[in-house]
């Protein structure tokens, strides 16, 4: 604790749940927050670097030297009287997870497993000897939909490679984080600061995060039955939190639950790995594409893209949004209201719903399309598509509906998800006039002549 008579008073407030984990606060002469840190030690990261760190994180601070001066003076204080000889961070929990400041981009809002922090930082903590150790940069791709981001030209792969090495994709469940532990362990074990992650540690690491998992963005590869490779993104929810103020009470997460895929239009790569012997073989890349044709799969964009615009020459819809205004009526309750603050409140704003639905400008679309449909579907359901279906036949376009009993607004059946790939490619085939290597499975297109 520093008391001094012209400096704030850092005091220990809390003690968490985590053991050895302390939260100190710094109050000026009225009593109000200041300045925020946590101290912590880990032993691992001792052994992996070779000296005695405090470690600190969760650190915030107003624009004032001396709160600054009295901040990094009481951690300093800390490091001393706990036997350390140097100070660490900000860093989380695990000295290998998020951390850091930023030093550009401070208008831009952060989002989720980031720091954020105001411009003045930087300046603060090296004015009081700390240096960089470790500089990253963040790479913004604010348009996946766009037409020339081909997943198949931007992560090019030869997929004759598929059945000769024996690689298989997996879409990944919150029950297989164990897996990913291992995984993420093998691929990092050769950077100079990570140190293993035990059960207990991914555990904490992930309370609260699992339930937002999207499998279609939680992927691994196999190569004859053998784990190589991973890559997790979590659909970006930051807005929600903040409009939560950060409260997530039970409610809100069956509710983040029920509608995390519509915040795939902003998802955050959290990590990826090969393990060492697999490396240099392009798994990678194989990952990445799948994991940008999940990412651009929409049926609502797609719908939007072939109806608005006549740059494509076919399109599959996967549960896609037909018509909002119908949506705005039959969603069930945890989308009730969304689409106010999208497009604005309904009715009130009918123009602009029939204005952005595709079904209510048919006239313009002139390209086929395979519509693919969970029954179970409570978010878009298939009226949305069947809507969609019978306006093609009725212009006399070639197109395609499948069904699937049991799924909902995403697919999770593994069988489910090799049908829709296969027919989706025997779609193009057919109309594209060519034939898979694999051969096509039977498809009813109709009006294809």
């Known amino acids: 604790m520093l008391n001094t008579h012209d400096m704030p008073t850092l005091a220990a407030w809390w003690r968490g749940a ?19 840190t946590t101290l912590h030690t880990d032993a691992a990261f001792d052994a992996k670097v070779g000296d005695r760190f ?15 001066r009295a901040l990094f003076a009481g951690i300093a204080a800390a490091a001393r009287a706990a036997g350390r000889t140097a100070t660490f961070g900000p860093v989380g929990l695990l000295p290998n997870e998020s951390g850091g400041v930023i030093t550009s981009g401070h208008t831009d809002r952060g989002f989720v497993d980031s720091p954020w922090n105001p411009v003045w930082y930087p300046a603060a903590y090296e004015a009081h000897g700390f240096r960089r150790r470790f500089v990253a940069d963040t790479w913004i791709c604010p348009d996946l939909a766009r037409p020339d981001l ?44 990570y140190t293993p992650i035990d059960d207990a540690q991914l555990r904490r690491q ?7 998992l999207d499998p279609s963005l939680l992927l691994y590869l196999t190569r004859t039955g053998r784990p190589v490779a991973f890559v997790v993104a979590l659909p970006d929810v930051s807005a929600a939190i903040r409009a939560a103020h950060g409260d997530l009470g039970p409610l809100r997460q069956l509710r983040l639950v029920a509608t995390r895929r519509r915040y795939r239009r902003e998802a955050v790569l959290i990590v990826k790995g090969t393990v060492p012997d697999a490396q240099a073989n392009g798994y990678m890349r194989l990952l990445s594409r799948e994991l940008l044709r999940n990412l651009r799969a929409g049926g609502y964009t797609t719908l939007c893209a072939l109806t608005f615009h006549d740059v494509f020459k076919a399109g599959a819809s996967h ?11 039959d969603t069930h309750k945890f989308e009730s209201r969304y689409l106010d603050g999208l497009i604005g409140p309904y009715p009130a704003a009918m123009d ?31 009226s949305q598509a069947e809507m969609m279906v019978e306006a093609l036949r009725a212009k006399g376009l070639p197109v395609a509906y499948l069904t699937f009993a049991g799924e909902q607004h995403g697919f999770r ?34 009006n294809l002549a």
Not at 54 to 68: C, M, R, S, Y
Not at 206 to 212: E, K, P, Q, S, V
Not at 418 to 428: D, G, I, K, N, P
């Open 54 to 68: 405090q470690l600190f994180g969760a650190t915030e601070f107003v624009d004032d030297p001396a709160v600054a």
């Open 352 to 382: 602009l719903y029939r204005a952005r639905s595709p079904i209510h400008h048919v006239d313009r679309l002139s390209c086929p399309v395979i519509f693919f449909q969970g029954l179970e579907d409570a978010v878009v359901p298939p």
């Open 150 to 193: 081909d997943p198949d030209a931007v992560f090019a792969f030869d997929d004759a490679r598929l059945d000769g090495e024996r690689l298989v994709i997996h879409r990944g469940r919150p029950r297989q984080l164990p897996l990913l532990r291992a995984l993420l362990n093998a691929s990092f074990a050769q950077l100079g600061y």
């Open 206 to 212: 992930t309370d609260g995060l699992a339930w937002l």
């Open 18 to 36: 985590v053991p050895g984990v302390r939260l100190f606060v710094i109050r000026n002469r009225t009593g109000t927050v200041v300045a925020r």
């Open 319 to 329: 549960f896609g949004v037909s018509d909002l205004a119908a949506l705005a009526k």
């Open 413 to 446: 059946q593994a069988a489910t998800i090799e049908a829709v790939l296969r027919a989706e490619l025997s779609f193009y085939g057919r109309i594209f006039g060519f034939t898979p290597a694999d051969g096509m499975p039977d498809l009813v297109i109709e």
